[in-house]
């Protein structure tokens, strides 16, 4: 081999010499570009593996045989953390694990040189994945796969088609027979879609309705009916008809499938069959029925019902029932028919029935076994029933009034046609049965006796459209007092014209005529006058024949003279106060608002006096309930004559009054009309012989200066009638605003009175009662005082009223009571030598029922021996209902207190009554011992009251006294105690205690 020359001669081509090194030196720079672009691609390729959103990978098989991944890539081999560097070399079922191995053979096919497309489920993720066998040399060198998560996608499908089930299956509930067809080259019509409840029913051949043609599905004449309506529809027009087939009644509805433009021809058309049979069935039962009940009221009402529900439903027995009153589970029926017969009412217990559970329900339906589901139902037993439906009525307040229901002795099958029937029914039986329980208790109200409900209290009558008579009863004439001379000739004009002079308005009643023999078909219902007084109740309506044509018309007049006569009475008992006659608040409040709309119109003043009796309540308790009720009775004609005509007087309750004075021209005539009031109520009311004096307090306020509405000037009249009240009575006074704060200091008085009694804050004082003789200690009252935190010192004769007034001297009576006997117990305990207390019982808490429950707890709380309370009761409060008060009081005797009758001498106490009283001391008043020693009267009243007391065994003591010359004065008269400012104030528990001590010193 020679050596190469190190200058080799250059290469000719041609006319170019080609020097070799400087080719190769090309050559070698191309081969370096292209190993850059090469590198470049790969790293895109690289780039475009990574991004996809599939994963990419190449399989191979290792030479035992397994296959192995050798690239991994993509978006989702990044998120599942199986790229190449993870991968690389291992085995499917090494990187995906078990789950792979059943995919395999999949894998083994794309090595086999086939391209393979399968869904595999990896972890609960759901991969498409194709394979794709690399052929080298005809032979698959490896296999290149990619996949795609289609999980949601999945997810998505699975839920469209679940839809999709739930659509067709809701589509199959409904009640219909919902269709799409099409028309084939031929032009034949053919169904391609069928779903609902009545494709069994409308297309029988059911497994042949889709793609069949209506030619194969149905015959003539409904065959033709359809086709002509079809061939309509894809013309566009929107089909609807009615037909009948196979025995039923359908209702057939299509229209086109309109194609993305209007001018597109019409492909395909959708529809809807609904079987109306039931429905027309149910409008003519309704018919029937409806049109013979129209003009029927009362028993004949509820008879037609049932007979006709038998006769047109079809079933064996049918009947109405109403709940008897004050007997919840009791029905008497109103009418029962058997097979279209009317049968003899019955009562009935619904216990453990089927009406029971209707009643409860509402409804209840059973259309068979009905015995088996009611075993105590006799009824259903002795009738062998099996099937029974029934809905409950109600009243217009909702309240159960009575029961419809229909039975038979076979099972019912068309129970939804029947309760239809049924609820539609039952508002009419529910009305007519509310009327007829209202017109009893009408007839209980006004002790009427009335046979029947029946039309036999109406007169009927009968006309055509010739003004010919058809029919009439008895009652008819007995009431327009016709004779049969005025029908024989059957002409409705000489009856209208005998009837028209007997009415106060004749000329409505003739046009009422006119217009309905215009309009044959209406009904009309009027009240006509006559000028006796009586007054008719009419109701027209036509009389249709059996085409349903109008050939007449029927008229009922009832006479509901005494109906109307009691509405008066119930109106006049709404407005009127039942004892004075007098207007009462609820028409006071209605005058006042119109008084007040017209002052505000004419630009006038208007005037509310409010008038209270002033001690009423004395005479009452004294002298009784009935004598009051005179004096009332009296106050009112009083008033009535003292008030100008025009305006108003009102009762508003107790010995409350109102006046509305309208049209006044200043203060001052309000002024002179309550000063005219207070004139005529001074002089003396005479009542069984005996004179009573009645003072007035009378409050007044104006329109517009003291209120703009009803309820100021009222509020406002009011609370200057108690200004006036509280000023000492028998006067008048005008309202001014600084009253207002007068009622909110009271009204914030009463919520700290009550918070006090709560709170225990009200505290007790003891007035000693000494022995008149020897000055002795023996006893002593307990008296309740109020330190108000922020008021200081408040009076009782302030806020014992108030307690009255407000209820709150209950719970204050059994604070004071309970806590005067804890004391004197306490003080027993200590060692003192026991004393008795008194304690004041209100004329409220007196007739408490529980008074004597009270009182009891209370000495068994405080372990007081009964013997040390005494109860003090004042004189009036013994002499209102003195039987019931002779009463309590032994019942309280025999708890083994004592009982003092307070203030006596002030409240006109019946000596027959003193002795029957199981009492054992009388207290003076006051007002008698204040002037013992300069009134020869009051010095004869007390000594009097001592010679009374000490007849019938009783103890005596004077209360007030607060000199020794009245005390001298009881002692010459025997007085047994005192008690007084002489010998002590009242004193508080520790001031009493050092009393206490002193005596026992």
Known sequence: MTEKNQNPTPIQRGAVDIDPQELTASYEARIAELEQYLREQELRFQHTLQNTQNIIYRLKRRDDNQIIITLAEGKIAQKYNITTEFVYGKTIVEVFTADAAQYLGRFEEAFAGEVVWFDCDLGGRIFHTQLSPVFDAGVVAEVIASAIDITEARQAETERWQMAERFKRTLALLPSFIFSCTRDEHGRIRFNFKEGALVEDFAHLTDKVEGATVEELYSSPFLEQLITSFNHAFTGEKVEFQSEYAGRLYSVFAKAVQGKSSDDPVSEIVGVVSDISDRKRTEEVLHVITQGITAKTGVEFFRYLVQHLTQTLGVQYAFVGKIQKGREDRVQTLAVARDGEILENVEYNIAGTSSEYTMQNKLCSVASHVQERFPQDKWLHAQNLQSHIGIALHDSNGHPTGIITVMDSKPIPNVELIETMLTIFAVRAAAELERQLGEEE????????????????????????NLRVIEYN?????????SDDVFANRDASELIQF??????EPSI???QMKYLSEHPTEFTQMEVQLKDGRIFDSYSGPVMDGDQNSYGRIWYFRDVTDRKRFEEQMRHQVYFD???GLPNRILFEDRLTLAISQAKRTDTMLAVMFLDLDRFKVINDTLGHSTGDMLLQQVATRLERSVQEGNTICRLVGDEFQIILQDITSVQDAVKAAQHVLDHLGSPFIIDGNELFVATSIGISLFPSDGKDSRDITKHAKAAMYRAKESGGNKYQLYTSSMNETAFEKMALEKDLRKAIERNELVIYYQPRVDLVSGRLIGMEALVRWDH???????PAEFIPLAEESGLIIPLDEYVLKRACAQNKSWQDQGYPPLRVAVNLSAIQFQQ????????NALKESQLEPQWLEIEITEGVTMHKADMAVATLHELKELGIHIAIDDFGTGYSSLSYLKKFPIDTLKIDRSFVRDITLDPDDAEIVSYIIALAHSLKLNVIAEGVETEGQRAFLCERSCDEMQGFLYSPPLSVSDFEDLLRRNAG
């Open 578 to 580: 039942s004892l004075t």
């Open 789 to 795: 935190p922020h008021l200081g010192r408040i009076s």
């Open 474 to 482: 008895s009652r008819l004439k007995e009431l327009w007092g016709a």
């Open 499 to 504: 009837c028209l002079p007997l009415l106060t």
């Open 849 to 856: 029922r529980n008074l004597a429950v009270m009182i009891q």
């Open 509 to 511: 009643f003739f046009d």
């Open 442 to 465: 009408l007839r209980r109200s006004n002790a009427i006796l009335m046979a029947t409900q029946e039309a036999a209290l109406d007169g009927i009558l009968i006309i055509d459209h």
